[in-house]
């Protein structure tokens, strides 16, 4: 069985098994998948900016256009000895299990299959394929334990040349978890914060740092989901105005679309409807957001899920680079967003 457990992932990583030349990221942590993926994308020692390369396909297109991924795994490399497909967004589709089932038998010799999905049920579909193949490999990406915070944590002061004092460490990893990329974020905003000096002290963590495994920051990204354009810039205003940081409501909106984008993938993948996957859904809904999930779920298809979510994270790179235009930066793309599901609750 080609297998992981979740603490034996970050060690296989280190060091990939050559003969893995499928690589299924899955789990409920999509930022911590990402990441991982872009680590592995990076072991294989490709150009990750050469389209020649790297081909990256997102899920819903490799299920639309069916045999697509055996085709590019069976296409001779140009200019490199292999090439790296990267995939992306997959969840329960039945066209990329069978391509993958496909390349488990008969496997590429100049390609390798990278996957980056959501939550996996044991036993079937894409994950089940992969566990019993021998030329692949299944790793699970759960949410971050205390340990796991802490190695993040240490990774992103190191790189900064900056130190913590332990209240501070303390305050910060209560806020902490859930999603690899938004916990990354809010160190990454933190550290940027505290610039200039050596030390972050527990005012820093206190003055700036979010709830980010469990504050959702509902009025703007709640009326950003259910296309209320009007409801989302007052909310929006109301919490750049109270001294909240933009990059809050932008990580609390990816967190959702996340969640909103597995389920989705639920809906499609087993013929269940809106209801009966926010009913089930684990960690659950709280009643009073069912509703707005539900019809969010039926405005909203994994392809364009997967358009926003990619909104989302250029609109925090931009954020990054550009701390002086963050609020105008999360304003647009939030607004966009918004606009966007009011338009799909129209066709509706």
């Known amino acids: 069985m080609a297998q992981k457990k979740g603490y034996e992932v970050d060690s296989w990583l280190a060091r990939p098994d050559p003969a893995m030349a499928i690589v299924l990221l899955y789990g409920p942590d999509r930022g911590l998948v990402a990441e991982r993926a872009k680590a592995f994308a990076a072991k294989t020692g490709l150009p990750l900016d ?5 081909v990256k396909l997102d899920g819903a297109d490799v299920d639309r256009d069916e045999g697509r991924l055996l085709d590019e795994a069976r296409t001779v490399p140009m200019f490199s000895d292999r090439r790296l497909l990267w995939v992306r967004n997959a969840s329960g589709q039945k066209a990329l299990a069978d391509d993958i089932k496909a390349l488990t038998a008969e496997p590429a010799r100049d390609a390798i299959i990278l996957i980056e999905a959501g939550d996996l049920k044991k036993g079937t579909g894409l994950r089940a394929i992969v566990e019993a ?7 699970p990406c759960y949410a971050d334990e205390a340990r796991d915070l802490d190695t993040v944590i240490d990774d992103e002061l190191r790189k ?26 809010e160190i990454e905003k933190l550290v940027l914060y505290a610039h200039g000096r050596n030390e972050i002290d527990v005012d820093d963590v206190n003055a700036l740092s979010g709830d980010v495994s469990g504050a959702s920051f509902d009025a703007a990204v709640d009326a950003m989901l259910d296309g209320k354009v009007g409801d989302f810039d007052i909310a929006f205003n109301r919490h750049c105005q109270s001294g909240g940081h933009p990059f809050l409501v932008l990580s609390s909106a990816m967190r959702q679309l996340q969640a909103i984008q597995v389920m989705r993938g639920q809906m499609e993948s087993g013929g269940r409807n809106a209801a009966s996957v926010v009913a089930g859904a684990r960690p659950p809904v709280f009643f009073s957001r069912r509703k707005l999930v539900e019809k969010t779920l039926e405005r909203w298809n994994v392809e364009a899920l997967g358009r926003a979510l990619g909104r989302l994270q250029t609109a925090v790179l931009q954020t990054r ?21 009011a338009r799909l609750g129209q066709r509706g």
């Open 50 to 54: 050469d389209p020649f390369s790297v």
């Open 160 to 185: 900064a040349g900056m130190s913590m004092t332990l209240d501070a460490r303390q305050a910060l990893r209560r806020n902490l978890g859930g999603d690899r990329l938004a916990s990354r974020g």
């Open 321 to 341: 680079k550009r701390p002086d235009l963050s609020e105008a930066l999360a304003r647009q793309a939030l607004l966009g967003i918004a606009i966007e599901s």
């Open 133 to 139: 193949a021998g030329n692949a490999i299944a790793l």
